[in-house]
């Protein structure tokens, strides 16, 4: 029976290097250059660090733009609030990967109110769709591309 794993996962090596290139544009930066702003990575947080609130609103627009272009979807950040704190201005941004299970119900009910032969079945952090036919899979795929969710999704382990 054909199925495919609905998931949401963020190449971490990607972050990595999106936030290296931040940083090196900070330091080019001229309007930045020698305000003490930079971007530190550390699991799935990133911290933004800086002088005052207008350059943080900087950095964080840098270092969107460089995930942007290293095909990182910004719908997997999570801004936290921004901290003074003595000199500067911290803010982290959270990267969530993973399904959490009022998404992963919600995938699950707009699959079955479209009416579709198709099976969903929750799997910890991912749904799991089968069916019998290959165009229903699909179907479901650009059914769920439509839609408007808060968080990116990948559709992986396609098999037949």
Not at 43 to 57: E, N, P, R
Not at 133 to 155: C, G, H, T, W, Y
């Amino acid at each position: 029976m054909p199925s495919f794993d609905v998931v949401s996962e963020v190449d971490l090596h990607e972050v990595a290097n999106a936030v290296d290139q931040a940083n090196r544009e900070v330091s080019k930066r001229f309007d930045l250059k020698d305000s003490g702003s930079r971007c530190e990575l550390s699991d799935t947080d990133v911290t933004l660090s800086s002088g005052t609130d207008f350059q943080l609103k900087q950095l964080v627009e840098i270092v969107e733009t460089k995930l942007i272009k290293r095909n990182v979807d910004t719908k997997c950040l999570e801004y936290g609030d921004v901290q003074p704190s003595g000199k500067e201005v911290t803010q982290l941004l959270q990267i969530r990967q993973g399904l959490e299970s009022a998404l992963c119900k919600k995938i699950v009910k707009l699959i079955k109110d479209k009416k579709l032969k198709v099976q969903a079945a929750i799997q910890g952090d991912k749904v799991r769709v089968t069916g019998k036919k290959r165009d229903d899979l699909q179907s479901v795929m650009a059914i769920l591309r439509e839609e408007s969710l808060d968080m990116p999704l990948q559709f992986n382990n396609f098999r037949d």
